[in-house]
């Protein structure tokens, strides 16, 4: 086909055939509920459609009826109104924002500064808002995402009156959504009306966006009763321990948030609609600001103030700066890109226009943090349309090997496959970066494997690994590589370097540490049996007392890591919190310098037995939330105990729907070995239910699977552990009973479903935890037995280092011995054989 100037059309075999099959790809290998995708050029709209997961129950987006949050892209509308004021002369870029602010406003110097140092807060510009280096906090006090009641933007801005700065002005990139927010204050003060009938007014109305608002209240409906009704787009929330890729059933609706700082996120835009914003940035402002405003926002900009000279084309220019106002400009393939992406409560979206190509695209799904995934879609469809359309030229002067490249690696990555064992075994382990420089958060990683035998690598996300193999390589892969493949990351490579040996591996510059990984039962496969390790010290009591789940409008966990502090927030994001200071009932940590909340201060306020009330992230609380069951007190979810006893009774006289035998061949564990222990909490109050199932105590298993744990017993005894048994063959009726005496959504998680019939009825099943076999304590683990939390599910992270390796000894014994281990519950085991449905009491046994 012969190649076009400008693109007018996309072709449907070269160009959309192939990121449909991407994005069809994407959502069946990653339960991605809805991607929606937009493709525009200079003057109209190219493509525009929602894809959507055959299984979604929430309702189908619309193409201009459907609202989605588009997150910190809006920001982007907030930076060109602010710039139409510039324009106007009501406001520089570089006035102090104390000319705009309330009087009050004060915000402290950074820690580390000399306390006789003058304040550095009127240092800060208008401009370093926008530049995100005002050394400001990234989250406000009020009006944050993590507030349950939010606040309009005046008492946002006096939140921060009084706050700390992290950095001094004009030295450090610092993401600010806090910045932005006082952005939208200036614009609504030297405007004189509210901030988002500004933009609708000045912004949106004027390009025809308008169904699409910054208005808090405004469209918010999620259901509908007819097509043409204006409504939000559901986003849907996900965890590390919902223990599937595959399942959209297991996602919950994203929490709507009428933002307080709502010019750093709360524009809501339809797909058809948002395209006149991307012809604005293809058009040189588009008639919302002139040319030069324009080139000044797509100009890369130092720290501390506008530059004074602009770029004359649109040609990208290598500076080592990556932020033009408020855009991140940069580069692919050698043209210039000006992008920006957002992320908001069940949303992800990536927002790029190439100028030279005159292409602008907007991709977002409705599926929290899958930010990689939209940023690769828009990359494979811009390798197609460059490739497809354009030679390179001095208009156009695109690096042809590099797309090539490009192009391979993603055909490649589109194969890549479950890690081979050989691979496994050499790559597991610790790494550390070797260039000399100071140790931070990024500069070491893990990779470990998971119970269900997927690799993963670790950093402040833990992200799902997979092989290219070399037949299926690259150009620049030729030796195959590992590759991030994942809802968090996906396609991103990682060459290996093995040695001779085998144990000399590198990863780029990441090296393995040997000594670590191969004495340290975290980086063993969970099979074959691993070689005897001592497990890891236990953690001082005044921070283990900080350990647990806290809640603001969202969960935060605290959690130890190998020696260190560690915060999960913002439902995926791993960081390490160092302690700076310890007194008067207060520990303060701070954040590593390398994390979304670089060096911010963490504050837990104790009471007078040394147990958290909260914590405060730069003032904004966030308070602890008891987990597990209390005792004398129900589990939420779960019937009284004289209901239960209602229920247990009716279900001697329900009828069995499985043809039971009348014979078994069961094994009664407590014959096995005196040092096998049994504690069958069914036959006491000791249970969820708070009443006995069971009329006598007695522990029951099949002959080979009893066999089996015999072994698995025996094998522990060399690390001085044993096993207890909490429960084991259960009768029919008992699991029909304890169906019952649960909420619905807790059948087929945490009791089983009678109409299919539990593995405890087949005899095949069994509850355990160890035992120090010196002392008879119980090993604790992060959750307590029979607990309906997330705590129980297997690849919760939380706890302590310590409480994570003896789960993972106790799941590498049994697996290693027939048995597999159930994703919610870390103290279940099935054995690898089914046996028949058994309705025998055991008191009849």
């Known amino acids: 086909m012969q190649k076009e100037e400008i693109v007018n059309s996309l072709d449907e075999e070269s160009i959309i055939k192939p990121f449909e099959e991407w994005i069809r790809y994407q959502i069946n290998d990653k339960a991605v509920p809805v991607f929606g995708l937009t493709i525009t050029n200079r003057e109209k709209t190219l493509y525009t459609k929602v894809h959507h997961h055959p299984d979604i129950k929430t309702p189908i987006p619309s193409i201009d009826r459907t609202l989605f949050n588009i997150g910190s892209v809006g920001k982007l509308f907030t930076y060109i109104s602010l710039l139409q004021l510039v324009e106007q002369g009501k406001v520089s870029l570089n006035d102090p924002i104390t000319k705009y602010m309330p ?119 999620t259901r509908y009763s007819n097509e043409d009704e204006m409504r939000l787009a559901v ?207 990024t500069h070491h990683y893990k990779i470990y494997q998971e119970y269900n035998q997927k690799i993963y690598r670790r950093t402040f996300l833990s992200i799902n690994l997979s092989w290219i193999s070399p037949e299926n390589g690259s150009p620049i892969l030729p030796e195959g590589a590992l590759v991030t493949n994942d809802r968090i990351s996906f396609g991103l490579p990682m060459k290996l370097k093995i040695s001779n040996d085998g144990k000399n591996v590198a990863i780029y510059t990441y090296v393995r540490q040997n000594d670590i990984s191969e004495n340290n039962l975290f980086y063993q496969p969970y099979i074959p049996l691993p070689p005897v390790s001592k497990p890891p010290n236990d953690i001082q009591p005044f921070l283990k007392n900080l350990i647990g789940h806290y809640e603001a409008n969202q969960l935060a966990v605290i959690y130890e890591d190998e020696g260190t502090m560690m915060i999960c927030i913002e439902t995926l994001f791993h960081c390490t919190l160092t302690l700076v200071s310890q007194r008067d009932g207060r520990l303060e940590f701070k954040f590593s310098p390398d994390s979304m909340y670089n060096d ?72 096995l070995s005196p040092t096998l222990l049994t504690d069958v909490k069914y036959a006491t109050t000791d249970n969820f239910s708070g009443i006995a199932f069971y009329k006598v105590a007695k522990a029951y298993l099949h002959r080979q699977a009893a066999e089996s744990l015999l072994r698995c017993h025996q094998w522990l005894a060399q690390w001085g552990v044993g096993l207890i048994i909490y429960d084991s063959y259960r009768p029919w009726n008992v699991t029909w009973a304890m169906a019952e005496s649960v909420k619905p959504e807790f059948r087929g998680l945490y009791v089983a479903d009678p109409n299919k019939g539990s593995v405890h009825n087949r005899g095949g099943a069994v509850d355990l935890t160890l035992y120090d076999l010196k002392t008879g304590e119980i090993i604790p683990m992060q959750g307590e037995y029979d607990e ?31 048995f597999i281990p159930n994703k919610s519950e870390w103290w279940h085991f099935d054995y690898k054989i089914s046996f028949d449905v058994l309705n025998i009491p055991l008191e009849n046994l």
């Open 235 to 441: 986003g849907h929330m996900w965890n590390y321990w919902d223990e599937t890729t595959t399942d959209v059933k297991v996602f919950t609706e994203a929490p709507i948030i009428k933002l307080g700082m709502n010019p750093a996120g709360g524009l809501k835009c339809t797909l058809s609609e948002i395209n006149h914003f991307l012809r604005v940035f293809l058009n040189g402002g588009g008639g919302l600001i002139g040319e030069k405003s324009f080139q000044l926002m797509m100009t890369p900009q130092p720290l501390s103030g506008p530059v004074s000279e602009l770029h004359s084309d649109y040609h990208y220019h290598p500076s080592g700066m990556t932020h033009g106002l408020g855009v991140e400009i940069n580069q692919l393939y050698g043209l210039l890109m000006a992008k920006h992406g957002g992320a908001l409560y069940g949303f992800a979206s990536e927002f790029r226009v190439l100028p030279e190509i005159g292409v602008g695209i907007y991709a977002v799904t409705t599926l929290d943090c899958t930010n990689s995934l939209v940023n690769q879609l828009t990359d494979v469809i811009l390798q197609r349309i460059i490739s497809h359309y354009f030679q390179p030229s001095p208009r156009v002067p695109y690096d042809v090997l590099a797309l090539e490249n490009a192009q391979l690696q993603m055909k490649s990555i589109l194969k890549c496959q479950p890690i081979p064992k050989e691979i496994q075994n050499r790559v597991l382990g610790y790494y550390k970066m070797i260039d000399g420089i100071q140790e931070k958060d």
């Open 788 to 818: 309906f939390s997330v705590r129980s599910h297997r690849s919760y992270f939380g706890g302590t280092s310590r409480q994570r390796w003896f789960k993972k000894l106790l799941t590498t014994a049994m697996m290693n011995h027939d």
């Open 600 to 671: 911010e201060r963490v504050v837990f306020y104790l009471n007078s037995s040394g147990i958290p009330d909260r914590f405060e992230l730069e003032r904004i609380p966030f308070y602890y939330k008891h987990v597990g069951p209390i005792p004398g007190e129900r589990q939420e979810g779960v019937c009284s105990p004289e209901e239960s006893k209602i229920i247990l009774d009716k279900s001697y006289s329900v009828t069995c729907p499985h043809k039971a035998p009348t014979s078994h061949s069961l094994v009664d564990l407590s014959t």
């Open 103 to 221: 009087s009050n406003f004060a915000p402290k110097n950074p820690i580390d500064c000399d306390p006789s140092e003058p304040p550095l807060y009127k240092q800060i510009t208008v401009f370093n808002l926008i530049r995100h280096t005002s050394g400001i906090v990234r989250e406000p006090p009020e009006g944050n995402g993590f507030n349950v009641v939010q606040c309009e933007i005046e008492e946002l801005v006096q939140s921060i009156c009084d706050s700390t700065l992290i950095y001094r002005p004009n030295t450090t990139f610092k993401y600010s959504n806090t910045a932005v927010a006082m952005v939208g204050y200036i614009i609504q003060k030297v405007s004189g009306i509210l901030f988002e009938d500004y933009v609708q007014k000045y912004v949106l109305d004027p390009i025809g966006m308008t169904h699409c608002t910054f208005k808090k209240d405004l469209w918010n409906n």
